[in-house]
C-alpha cells in the first residue's frame, strides 16, 4: 500500500543525565560515555542500583508555569525538550495543526508516595500531566498518551505517524517520550530480581539484567507530499507496527513470534540490504535478548549490525523509543553504527553481529526494535532522505 | 469517507449493571457478599482460573472481552494476527498502583513483582491478547474521558495503517477508586474479508 504522505522528523531534542541538545547527547555517546552509575540509600531504597539519573539540582528539572505553578520533575523535563524541539522546527506549539502525543509509562506515580488520600492525587493520572505539559504551550488539542510499557515511544512514534497519514487536520505532530525514577519504579524492578548490580551488558554472553535510566526526547514529525523539497539528510519515517505475542504478560515469546511480525509488517517491499543497522532493544536481560537475536535471524537480518543503546543511558521506559530512535537518525545522517556499550563477549540464543565499536556505513537506513510487558513488540523503520 | 468497518457486538460493566448488545443480563445486587467483577464472572460462566490473580483492571478488560465474544466461535488456539486490540481509559493502572504503593512504605516494605507487573496500563490488553490469541495491533491510550471521536479516530487508523486487520476489540476500560466502567466493542472490517470467525447462530 502506497502512504499518501512522507512522513519526516522536523526536528528533536534529547535532555539526558548525559546532557541537553540531541547532537551534544549523540556526541557524548560516541566518545563513549556514560551516566550510569552505582547509587546507594537514595529516595529511601533499601538495597543499592545501578542507574542514570538527573542531577537533582539541574534548573530544567524544577520550571514553573508563567503563573509561577511548580511543574513534577516529570513535566519539567517534557517541557524542556518539547520547548527546545519546537524552537528548533520553528513550529508555533499553540496551532490547532500541532497535535501533542506524549509517551510514559509512569509519569508522576511519585506522587502517590506524597499523598496516601486519592482525591488529591489528580498530578498522578497521565492525562492530566499531559494537559499540563500541551497546556503549557497553549495548544488546544487534547494530548494523546500512550501508555504500552517499554514499546511506549515507538508505538507513540507509530501513533503520529497515522494521524499525519490519515488526518488532514494535523500537519505536525510532536511525539514526546519521558521518564522519571522513583523508589516506585526501582524497587518494582528490584523485586523481578531483573536490575543488573554493575553498569548492564546487551547482548553479552555474561549479561545480568537491565539498569534503568531517566530522560526525556521530543520529535516533531511532520508532512509532504513529495520529498524533493525536503532538505538532503531529512529522515524519513517510512513504516512501523506493532504486535503482540499473545503469550506471557511479563516475558517476551521464546521464538519472537510478535517481533518477527512486526519486521515483517515493516520490511515487506524493501530492499533490506538498505538497512545500515538495527537499534534493538537490547535491556540486557536474559530473555529479551535472546528473544531479539531469535527474531532478527528468523527475518534473516542477522548479518546486518545491531547495537543497543542502554549500555549509555539505562532503559529510559517511556523515553527509550522516541531518544533510541533520535541517536539512530543522527547516526545514520553520519554514516555511522553507534558501538554497543558493555558489549563484551556477544552471546545470545541465536548469533548477531553485534557492532562493538563505531564504524562507517553505507546503508541509508535503519531498522528500530522494541519490546515490552503486556508481549508487545514494535518495529519502526526509517531512511534517509538523499537526492543525490 | 466510507465506513471501514461495523461494530458487531458491544458490552458494558458499570457498577450497577452489566449489558451485551445494550441488553440488560445482570443488575449488581447490594445483598450478593461477593465482588462485583467475581459476581460477573460466575453469572457468565467463565473457565479461566488465572482471572483470579489479576488486578482488578484486567478482570474488568478480560470480562469485558468475554461478554463481547462468547457467542463466537474461532480459532482459540492459533495466534490471530489479523485480530488487533486497542483499549483507551482515564486512570491508567492507578487503581493497582496504589495497591503497590502500600507495599513500599517505609514501615512494611516488601515490593511484591506479582503486584508490580499489573501496574502498567497495557497489562489488560496483553492479558486479552493472551486469552483469546490476538496477535495484531496492541495499544493503550490514556485520556481524560470517554472521548468517542478520539477513540473512534484511533480505530479508524488501525483499520487504514493495517489492511490485514479484519478485526479490533477496543474501547475503554477503567477501574478508578471501586468504580467501574468497561464499554467495549468487538470491530469487523467491511469488505469480503476472509477470516476465521463464524457469527453467533
Known sequence: MRNKYHIYQKSHYIISPLGKGSVCNYNTISMGESHLQSYSGYWGIPEPFFASIFDENDIDLHRSSSQGQAYSRFESIAITAAESAFQRAEINPDSKDVLFIISTTKGNVEQLEKSKNPDSQSDAYLWHSAQRIAGHFRNPNTPIVVSNACISGCSAQLTAFNMLQYNDLYKHVIVIGAEVLSKFIISGFQSFKALSPERCKPFDANRCGLNLGEAAAAIIYSKSTETESLPDDTIIMEAGAVCNDANHISGPSRTGEGLLRAIHKVTEDFDTNRIAFINAHGTATLYNDDMESVAINRAGLQDIPVNSLKGYYGHTLGAAGVMEVILSSIALQNHNVLRSLGTENPGTAMPLNVCMQNSNTNGDAFLKLISGFGGSNAALLFTLNQHR | ?201
Not at chain 2, 68 to 76: E, M, Q, R, V, W
Not at chain 2, 86 to 108: G, P
Not at chain 2, 160 to 189: E, S
Open chain 2, 1 to 201: 469517507m466510507e465506513q471501514l468497518f461495523d461494530v458487531v457486538a458491544t458490552c458494558r460493566i458499570s457498577d450497577k449493571e452489566v449489558l451485551v448488545n445494550q441488553e440488560s443480563i445482570l443488575y449488581h445486587s447490594r445483598e450478593n457478599e461477593q465482588d462485583w467483577l467475581s459476581t460477573i464472572y460466575h453469572h457468565i460462566g467463565l473457565q479461566y482460573p488465572k482471572f483470579f490473580k489479576m488486578d482488578r483492571l484486567c478482570k474488568a478488560g478480560i470480562l469485558g472481552a468475554e461478554l463481547l465474544l462468547k457467542d463466537y466461535t474461532y480459532d482459540h488456539e492459533t495466534v490471530k494476527d489479523d485480530w488487533g486490540i486497542i483499549l483507551m481509559n482515564a486512570a491508567s493502572s492507578l487503581d493497582n498502583d496504589r495497591h503497590y504503593q502500600e507495599t513500599i512504605s517505609e514501615d512494611n516494605y516488601y515490593p511484591s513483582p506479582a503486584v508490580f507487573v499489573y501496574t502498567l496500563a497495557n497489562i489488560v490488553t496483553g492479558e486479552i491478547a493472551i486469552r483469546y490469541k490476538i496477535g495484531g495491533e496492541s495499544s493503550f491510550y490514556v485520556m481524560p474521558d470517554f472521548d468517542e471521536e478520539l477513540m473512534r479516530e484511533l480505530l479508524v487508523q488501525a483499520f487504514n495503517a493495517d489492511p490485514k486487520l479484519t478485526h479490533i476489540l477496543y474501547g475503554w476500560a477503567n477501574v478508578d477508586q471501586d468504580q467501574y466502567d468497561v464499554r467495549m466493542f468487538f470491530c469487523k472490517r467491511r469488505g469480503n474479508i476472509k477470516t476465521s470467525i463464524n457469527n453467533p447462530s
